[in-house]
């Protein structure tokens, strides 16, 4: 997912992401093409992830997150760097949620996290409308409407087991990221087309809503 122009996603990655845990050689990194809308890698359901331990998969790893953070994004699946593996690396940043009180904010808020063959839980029936923009639809936002609490599970860089709980902009990250893994791109999600509209534009919907 690409980050809003209010997400103070400044381009440094965050320390919570242990790069000397990601296997014993180093990663080789590289900064990926990403995959535009209309390229079929992005409409094909990606298979599951064999072994996370792969060097391949942990050079993969480590050049997506080059990429996601290069291309001052929030979130990149794998289908997005060509590769259909159900492989998705994300981040949701404490400046998502200032508004939120310190104990709220722990289900809102997530280091750079890496994840291997996700699922998710939707764990109540609210949801939350949200500007959305993403990485292979670049100059677009649209307004979602997804479910605003979920658990989420899969497998981190090290093929340990992941388990957490999201709400708000952390729930949205992680669902906008999976659907990629299905073929799903973000405009397939909104239910009023007359919100897809160019970056550029936001403003005019910010001032709107405000008002
Ligand atoms: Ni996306």
Redesign the pocket.
């Known amino acids: ?2 980050s809003g122009p209010e997400s103070g996603l400044s381009g440094a990655p965050s320390g919570c992401f242990d790069r000397a845990g990601a296997g014993r050689h180093s990663p080789a990194m590289a900064i990926l093409k990403i995959a535009r809308m209309g390229h079929p890698v992005l409409a094909r359901k990606a298979e599951p992830v064999k072994n996370p331990a792969d060097p391949g998969i942990q050079n993969l790893i480590a050049s997506m997150i080059e990429t996601m953070i290069d291309a001052n ?1 929030a ?3 794998a289908p ?1 760097v060509h590769v259909p593996l159900r492989l998705v690396v994300f981040q949701a940043p404490e400046s998502r949620s200032d508004t939120l009180s310190e104990e709220e904010r722990f289900d809102h808020t997530a280091p750079l996290t890496v994840l291997i063959n996700p699922e998710i839980e939707i764990l109540g029936p609210e949801t939350e409308g949200g500007w ?6 670049p100059g677009l936002r649209g307004f979602v409407e997804r479910p605003n609490h979920i658990r989420y599970r899969g497998l981190d860089q090290n093929g340990q087991p992941v388990s957490r709980v999201a709400r708000g902009f952390h729930a949205r990250v992680v669902q ?2 999976c ?2 893994l299905d073929g799903i ?2 405009p397939r999600r909104m239910n009023d087309l007359s919100q897809l509209i160019f970056e550029s534009e936001v403003r005019h919907w910010l001032k709107a809503e405000s008002e």
């Open positions: 997912m690409e994004g979130g990149l699946a997005q959305e923009g993403c990485l292979s639809v906008h990221e659907d990629h791109l973000y």
